[in-house]
């Protein structure tokens, strides 16, 4: 039996696709892989199994053109072809399904991902054999494929990195300061769950029940990392655990003496962790903590369910700060009730945070209301929709009506970005160099910023691609 992952060919002008493991899509001018925990899982579960062939193709992180993406196709003829789609790519990987069972109608295709969940009738209309939904689409997979249930009381086997080509993921990524590094999973996914969810977030559907492995399994994980020679990990569960599995997690990575050997960072939500937890996180080898920020207007993240204060966003932000954690704020921007001058506030309060050094980087993302989520159902509701072409969901055309116009959310959304270029902010780096390591890290953060909107915007910073 054989099997192959497959990521197609994404052809643009506007960059590179980000068709992995992410919660946002768009394009990136530099390249940035992101290692796909949930399919790197299901190659695993499958090698498990003695004589199954599995073939790992990222045509994106590989640079693989249409031609030779066929041409491998054609040359191992196998059994299955698994998909996994978000919401931006669903019709160019429904192109490659149906061309596929034309001219190799003996291929089973098993098609999954975000937006097949969300989108079921929609990803039927395709040409896969099977359409299925949610996150743990790999035991319905497993099933498919080895006529095999996979037993409910068996662990999920740690990752094989070698089979899902690490290699492709471990250096390219804006996240990582020390390489080869590589990304984790805990818990699948957020443990957040209250009656209302974060509106914005496809994962919530994509993940309806939240498993959290156990801390001893997982600090197995971080050994056969380290022996594996990673110097680094992130965790992208939704929302890393807290409470009494982080402190025995970090207890346990202290007392192991693994955070010798290894840093790493992860997903948090403000307002979940007492100042010893970032203290004691700092000195169980934690680097990085990405922090979903969305917004400094409460009246925003009370529409977003966030269920925390804007006073839980300074208070976490010092406290991390003051432990020696690198802060990363993930800001949004184009909700559709928000003035132009309530967005300009929340780009005040991060440039402020950043020059005065209380968060270390950022990102700034459009507000995309993704099928699935809460969000595009209000948006539906409300009539803000003016664009459900998906293939244009990529952050450089306008989705939802807006209080100004899109092109001014493109303006602010590079200006972010210009923070950058603040004297006082550039100080700050060169300020905490110490080694090779650090130089290498600002240098390749220097060069994403640079490589990010220089090509989209032209010198009066209207969107060139929008």
Known sequence: MKTVFAVPPIPSNKGQAQATQGRQYQFFKDPTFIYPIIPATFATMLITEAGHEFLWVDSIAE?????????LIVTMRPDFIVLEANTMVFKRYCEVIDGIKSSLPEIKIIFCGEHPTACPEEAKQSKADFVLHGGKWFFEAFRIITGKTWPAERLLPHINREISRWWLYAYQNGNFKYTPATYTMASMDCWYR???????????????????????DFLDEVEGLINFGFKEFFDDSGTFP??????????GMIERGYNKYIVWGCNMRFGSLQPEDFALMAKAGCRFILWGFESANQKTLDMLHKGYKTDDMKKDLICSKLAGIWNHLTCMIGYPWETLEEEKRT????????????AS????????????????????????????DWQKWDMTAQVMKLQYPFSEALKLQKAYYDISFIPRFGLNKLSKIRNLDDIKFYWRTAKKVFKRFAPLFDKEGVALDG
């Open 63 to 71: 640079g693989l053109d249409d031609v030779e993406f066929s041409k």
């Open 194 to 216: 209250p009656k209302q969810p974060c509106t914005f977030c496809s994962w919530v559907s994509y993940h309806p029940n939240t498993t959290t492995r156990s801390v001893e």
């Open 242 to 251: 807290v409470g009494k599995w982080l402190k025995e997690f970090c207890n």
């Open 347 to 358: 780009y005040e309060m991060v440039k402020w945070l950043l020059i005065n050094d209380w």
């Open 361 to 388: 980087s950022m990102q700034a993302t459009i507000c995309m209301p993704y099928p699935g989520t809460r969000l595009f159902a209000q948006a539906k509701e409300e009539g803000w929709l003016v664009n459900e």
